[in-house]
DNA sequence: CGCGTGCTTGAAGCGGGTCAACAACAGTGG
DNA sequence: CCACTGTTGTTGACCCGCTTCAAGCACGCG
């Protein structure tokens, strides 16, 4: 990875203009501006967070893809949960002294770095910041619990289904679906099925055989959703839209 | 659910004395005393936050067991995680507007009641009560991920095993573990299925062989484990033990 | 052109699910 | 005191969804 001071200012960040972020005050994002130490490049397939190591460091996802994994000792994965830009990486690692889970990047990635030292400065001096942090981890804690139900309790379909209409929702909060509704998925087959605990083969299967069901549609890495009230009968999911959320 | 003042001072509270939990100071006590508003008595079986609704509090659980669940619209049910005394719960609700799972108790419990609104107060006034908070949020979504590694990606004795390794480790942590190195375990085998992903009569089967090894001894919802090593082993796991924590 | 990576598809096997029955036990009411 | 009932645990038989193994295809790139 390639580090460098900060280019972006906090208050031209172009994330805080997309509609789904609350507003910071003037103040607020002046400090967040000082807790930023810089910025960070990394290349699509890089490490961000090697499992097993410690970092110094919490990053807001600028731009790009990235994934938290964990492996058993045998080498089999498990994708625990996307992060996409907007979204505060490295809390569970900063509050516990080893990192249980690895970080990779999907597609070259620009990364805000935070000073974990300074983490204790923004609880004292920024309370309300320090709720979106908390806030931020509950998001991601609700996030899991979905993901847990999918996995343990959803047949392969509506798995799949209720992953990708997850991925569109998510790209849709952080900007990345474009006007035709189509978003891009950098990822591979090999990484939606070690996300829902399939093979690459069922995962394969079961995809074409949504596919001929033509409510979405889902090739060459692009992912459009026909029809979306379907999309989440098929996952068998409640279709419950984000609201606001804040920006570190 | 039969509420009434707070009989337990924070400053006596004996989750305090535990070896686990970090020491606070006085005057950190002394706010969350005036952050707790009283008890709550539940009575096992019972509802303390019901899937779909809101409830303006969060909760510490003083005594007994509970856990989170959620299901799916044709009753398929996954349990997310058992809440055990000197877990803090509520926050996921607190910060999201409709809740998305529910809490229910497994023996009767008592909570430690504390207002939603004050919260803020909290982060404003305590910041370093503030990261506690916080703290134990990252460690629910520490927990979440094991689990979900468990589902995704081990078979079923492999789950077992590090389920019931898991429930041994906190219930140690909440002081659960009598001196012969028993944890009484309330829930039935359909809650520990519904916990792994499992039907009910394969968690059986399992268990069954997983018994026959000796590695541990689980029968009228008494657990001892025999060698943890062992156990540690046929989990796939890797058995790191957890550090001090925080109380709210 | 040759190689690697990702996608696709068929065949065969097994792990876990479903269905079904029964045993052990506690609680309830006659 | 004991039949009746509901809950929990246990076990067998059968089936299906998913895994594993294997092979071929398409495409991009050195």
Chains 1, 2 share one sequence.
């Not at 997850?166 to 035709?180: A, F, K």
């Amino acid at each position: 990875m390639n580090g460098d001071g900060g280019q972006t200012p906090c208050r031209a960040c172009p994330l805080r203009r997309l509609p789904l972020f609350a507003n910071a005050t003037s103040a607020e994002v002046d400090f967040i501006e000082t807790f930023k130490m810089g910025e960070l490049h990394g290349k699509a397939g890089g490490t961000i967070y090697l499992e097993g190591a410690t970092s110094p460091h919490l990053f807001t996802l600028l731009s790009g893809w990235a994934f938290r994994y964990k492996t058993l000792p045998d080498g089999r994965r498990q994708i625990l949960n996307y992060v996409l830009p907007g979204d505060f990486i490295g809390l569970q690692t900063t509050l516990a002294e080893t990192l249980d889970h690895g970080i990779e990047a999907l597609t070259d990635v620009r990364l805000c770095v935070f000073s974990r030292d300074r983490l204790a400065d923004l609880f004292r001096n920024q309370p309300s910041l320090a709720l979106d942090v908390t806030w931020l981890a509950a998001r991601d804690e609700r996030i899991l619990d979905d993901h847990l139900l999918s996995i343990g309790r959803r047949r392969s379909r509506e798995r799949i289904a209720y992953l990708l209409w997850h991925l569109m929702t998510r790209g849709r909060e952080s900007g990345l679906v474009d006007d035709d509704g189509v978003l891009v998925l950098p990822m591979t087959q090999q990484h939606l099925a070690d996300t829902l605990g399939l093979s690459l083969v069922t995962f394969n299967k079961t995809l074409q055989r949504l596919r001929a069901t033509g409510i979405f549609v889902f090739g060459d890495r692009r992912l459009k959703i026909v029809d979306e009230a379907k999309m989440i009968a098929v996952a068998a999911a409640d279709g419950v839209r984000p609201r606001s959320r804040p920006l570190i």
